[in-house]
């Protein structure tokens, strides 16, 4: 009579074949690295699908388009400075986002990012200029989350950068002096003042105050110091347009750091003789005289074509594209924190000023 094989003893004495069992192993192998290919697609579609810095460090162009750092190596060395200093700002940013969110509904934009992504944000808004509603659309998060994570890398690179000293003593200046500059020896910084155009007032009153008459719009103006070699070394706040360009080398604070045996190069509009106790080297003017002398004319073209290194610098801080429009009244909270740290990016993101300049 056959027996049921719900009877049957099972023999727990009974091994497997060790050809079955290397075989098994093969197998769980094979499919672990399968599972681990698969896995790493994923994140690399993920990743070439998501605006963020990953999906550009493949293509120069494509950072300094983004970031106006010259290559990704330059962006990633500066990351690696800030890095270590940007954990407590993180955590600190994220405990207000959860305070401020804690009473809104439930969305879809739930997705946080990752402080190298905040950061390329940040950089993406100042360089391309890009408005926070696409910026939102882009990263998958809400605009206000936008908006909190540029108000506070902008107050965090402010900090951090305006805590580095980038005044250079004279021996310093005078080690990296350009062969150019030969004629002018005793140079400590070339000076120059830029303009921002911002929104109108309602106020006829603020609008007296900020409307330039050299841009014929209301504008926030700055003064800017380079050092011969080409590195920004000083960097004033901002101040309303209106202001004259000698008022605003006075209350900048420049004038403190100027000594005895110091000379400043300047524009012809620069009457700061009788502010510093340095020698000045600035263009001649007319004033009421008909012509200049030849001597005269030889040193204007001179102290010119050495003052284009300024006023190349300059377009550099420009062409962060925030600045290329008008500035919304709505920022004006911030915009000294951002045009700073564009003005002092422009030591880490690029080569030498001058020695590009030679070299055209």
Excluded at 52 to 81: E, I, N, P, Q
Excluded at 217 to 229: D, E, N, Q, Y
Excluded at 246 to 261: A, R, Y
Aim: proline share 4%; hydrophobic share 40%.
């Amino acid at each position: 009579m056959p027996m049921d094989a719900r009877h049957l003893e099972h023999d727990y004495c009974s091994v497997p074949e060790p050809a079955a069992v290397d075989h098994a192993l093969d197998q769980t192998e094979d499919l672990r690295k399968e599972v681990d290919r698969l896995r790493r697609q994923v994140e690399e579609l993920s990743v070439s699908q998501r605006f963020c810095l990953g999906r550009f460090a493949a293509s120069d162009d494509d950072v300094r388009f983004y970031t106006r750092f010259v290559t990704y190596s330059h962006l990633m060395a500066f990351w690696k400075l800030i890095e270590p200093a940007s954990h407590n700002m993180i955590r600190v940013s994220r405990a207000r986002a959860i305070r401020s969110e804690a009473g809104t509904t439930g969305s879809a934009w739930g997705q946080s990012l990752q402080p190298i992504d905040e950061f390329f944000l940040f950089m993406v808004h100042l360089s391309v200029g890009l408005k926070q509603q696409d910026l939102a659309h882009r990263f998958n998060i809400h605009q206000s989350t936008v908006s909190r994570i540029i108000t506070t890398w902008a107050n965090f690179l402010y900090t951090i950068l305006g805590s580095v000293r980038i005044w250079m003593s004279e021996e310093e200046v005078k080690a990296h002096l350009p062969n150019e500059f030969q004629d002018y020896p005793d140079t400590q910084v070339v000076i120059d003042c830029t303009e921002l155009r911002c929104q109108t007032p309602s106020s006829l009153l603020l609008q007296s105050e900020v409307f330039s008459t050299y841009k014929s719009h209301c504008t926030f103006k700055g003064l800017i110091g380079m050092a011969p070699h080409g590195a920004i070394t000083f960097v004033s706040s901002l101040y309303a347009g209106s202001v004259s360009d000698k008022e605003l080398f006075k209350q900048s604070g420049i004038v403190s750091l100027l000594k005895h045996g110091m000379a400043i190069m300047v524009d012809k509009g620069f009457l700061v003789d009788d502010c510093v106790p340095c020698k000045v080297y600035r263009p001649a003017y007319l004033s009421k005289r008909e012509q200049m002398s030849a001597d005269e004319v030889r040193e204007t073209q001179s102290i010119a074509r050495l003052r284009v290194h300024v006023e190349r610098l300059i377009r550099r801080v420009k062409q962060h594209k925030l600045f290329d429009t008008v500035i919304p009244l709505s920022i004006t909270g911030s915009i000294n924190q951002l045009y700073t740290v564009a003005c002092l990016l422009v030591n880490y993101q690029n080569g030498p000023l001058v020695k590009a300049w030679a070299k055209d």
